[in-house]
């Protein structure tokens, strides 16, 4: 029986899931401002206390406050099978919240220190049971929570420099389709784990209206244990084989962040960011395995380093209402249509994005929106010609915020 199970869930090795947000599984959605400018400026703004996540040594930029943000974004696809005659397809349409929460203190004309708790990547896929490819991905899930502790130094009217220190949790599920012995079954491994991680920061003024930002971020190596269970459709009921040493060791990749700030005019401001990410060093193959899994190969993804470049515009109407606009070019590290699965249908996106910010005394509301026009792709299955996949997709996120400043 083990030597079975180990053969048919060998499609169940994949990493976890797909993201319609940024390309691989990156997120970026935990600010609203950053959001209306497709994350142009991000952590050089200065109008949020978001810079606890993007670059701490932007939160010289505020003084004393606290912020909750609410995103939720929706993710829309649709698969249809390239070698099939009666042209099968699977559709996913859902929503999936993100939320994130930032507090800072000054504690003097120098120092800053501030926490946040936000999610810096995470993805979902949700296939029928009845979909054409439910033995290749059913359901996956992957979240990740940065618990972020922050500090800042002001150097001088110029510099300064940030430094954040993050306990990083990580949970996984992975399920798909099998046939054992004749009957139908499940498999799903469910995973998590703890690691430690950090970020470092430097912000340059040239004036109050000029400034540029650098942050960092290492590559973080997860540990993840847990269940991988097989259930069995007998005829008698379900049986459950449950493996309790599942594990993986999903490595979350190194990133520069480079953002820049500039208002030429009274009431315009522009920004840009430039982000790269080393996927290629962190993500050439990946496994989950357990018992039922044992001398399976990894799967191979040689996914390559990526550039995220964008540019957003503001315009500040009064001292009451401020207008966003926002466009960005996010690469996808997928390589070829032969390293593109169904659990990682990914493909380079263009971003689009909008927002608004009403301010009353010492309270900001945020309102924020995009919409991510995915390119077309293809997946191309090495082994079963019937899993050739036309894939296409599209995602709109919708962001609320509220600011208080002490």
Known sequence: ??????TTVLCATCVWSVSAHASGYQLNEYSITNLGRSFAGAGVVGDDYSAIAYNPAGMTLKKSGAQ??????????????????????????????????YGQYQVNDKWFVGAGVYAPYGLATKYKNSSFIADKARESILEVIDYNISAAYKINSKWSLGASFIARYIYGKMTNNLVVAGMPAKSKFDLDGWTYTGTLGLMYEYDENTRFGLSYK??????VKGDHTISLMTPMGIMNNVYPDGKASPDLPETLLLSAY???????????????????????EFEMTSTATKGLPAIDYSWEDTWTISAGMEYYVNDNWTLRLGTAWDQSPTPDNQHRTHRIPDSDRIWASAGLSYRYDNMQFDLGYAHLFMKKSHIRDSVNK?????????????????????
């Open 218 to 223: 290492p590559k973080s190596v997860q540990r």
């Open 386 to 406: 019937d899993y050739d996949t036309k894939y296409r997709a599209y995602s709109n996120m919708f962001g609320l915020g509220f600011q208080y400043d002490f």
């Open 68 to 101: 909750l943000s609410f995103t939720v974004a929706e993710v829309a696809s649709e698969m249809k099978g390239q070698n099939d005659k009666q042209g099968k397809q699977t559709e996913m349409d859902f929503g999936v919240p993100l939320p994130s929460v």
């Open 1 to 6: 029986m083990k030597k079975i199970l180990a």
């Open 262 to 284: 500039h208002k030429p005019f009274e009431k315009v401001a522009f920004t840009g960011a430039a982000r790269f990410t080393r996927w290629g060093d962190s993500f050439k």
